[in-house]
């Protein structure tokens, strides 16, 4: 088991730039594969970013490539999510969580979850 605590969310006007960061406790965690995931009001959960347990490889939904990162420090139990060029349409809770499947972008294969934190970008 692996406890994420998620910060870093606020209000930012559009086209600023919040960074989340995703404090993990446990010793597994560097060999976990990490993802955030958001949800917006009335709308369903919806796979933002994934990261390999190496940190070598990265996925992104089509929405946010290019303006969002992922990345990981596994010395500090601590995957981040900087988002760039923000959009109205990028309001959402924000969610981290972890994985010990490939599937990346499937929600259900991640068995440990954050809080969330709240992103608002205001137009």
């Known amino acids: 088991q692996v406890q994420l605590v998620e910060s870093g969310g606020g209000l930012v006007q559009a086209g600023g730039s919040l960074r989340l960061s995703c404090a993990a406790s446990g010793r597994t965690f560097s060999s976990l594969n990490m993802g955030w995931f958001r949800q917006a009001p009335g709308k369903e959960r919806e796979f933002v970013a994934a990261?390999?347990?190496?940190?070598?490889?990265?996925y992104y939904a089509e929405s946010v490539k290019g303006r969002f990162t992922i990345s990981r420090d596994n010395a500090k139990n601590t995957v981040y999510l900087q988002m760039n060029s923000l959009k109205p349409e990028d309001t959402a809770v924000y969610y981290c969580?972890?994985?010990?499947?490939?599937?990346?972008?499937?929600?259900?294969?991640?068995?440990?979850w954050g809080q969330g934190t709240q992103v608002t970008v205001s137009s």
């Open positions: 990261i390999r347990w190496t940190g070598g490889s990265t």
């Open positions: 969580a972890a994985t010990g499947s490939t599937l990346y972008y499937t929600g259900s294969r991640y068995d440990n």
